[in-house]
């Protein structure tokens, strides 16, 4: 599996954006598939992870409810909805994969597949 996250730019705070992660292959829809980002100094952290059919969905407990990751298996998209941003929101977003397993095993970052990310940046 390919992942080409995109959508990211430059956003005031208080704006919303939508990113989205492309993903190559026939067996996506089996794929949990979750969103990182890394601020500049610091580790990648977990945003957010959907189950493969979509039932299913983690948030990171900072986020407060302002995030919302969905998914189109007939398109092989995973979409994260970014609202009222913030500029500690300001980092690169990574889209992940991982085949099976717990939810869990996608939040502590064990992803068989990791996208390139895309900049978000919030400006106050």
């Known amino acids: 599996v390919q992942l080409q996250a995109s959508g990211g730019g430059l956003v005031q705070t208080g704006g919303s954006l939508r990113l989205s992660c492309a993903a190559s292959?026939?067996?996506?829809?089996?794929?949990?598939m979750g969103w990182f980002r890394q601020a500049p100094g610091k580790e990648r952290e977990f945003v957010a992870v959907?189950?493969?059919?979509?039932?299913?969905?983690y948030y990171a407990d900072s986020l407060e409810g302002r995030f919302t990751i969905s998914r189109d298996n007939a398109k092989n998209m995973v979409y994260l909805q970014m609202n009222s941003l913030k500029p500690e929101d300001t980092a690169v977003y990574y889209c992940?994969?991982?085949?099976?397993?717990?939810?869990?095993?996608?939040?502590?970052?064990?992803?068989?597949?990791w996208g390139k990310g895309t900049q978000v940046t919030v400006s106050s």
């Open positions: 292959g026939r067996t996506f829809s089996s794929y949990h």
């Open positions: 959907i189950s493969w059919s979509g039932a299913t969905t």
């Open positions: 992940a994969a991982r085949q099976g397993g717990s939810l869990s095993w996608v939040q502590s970052g064990r992803v068989d597949y």
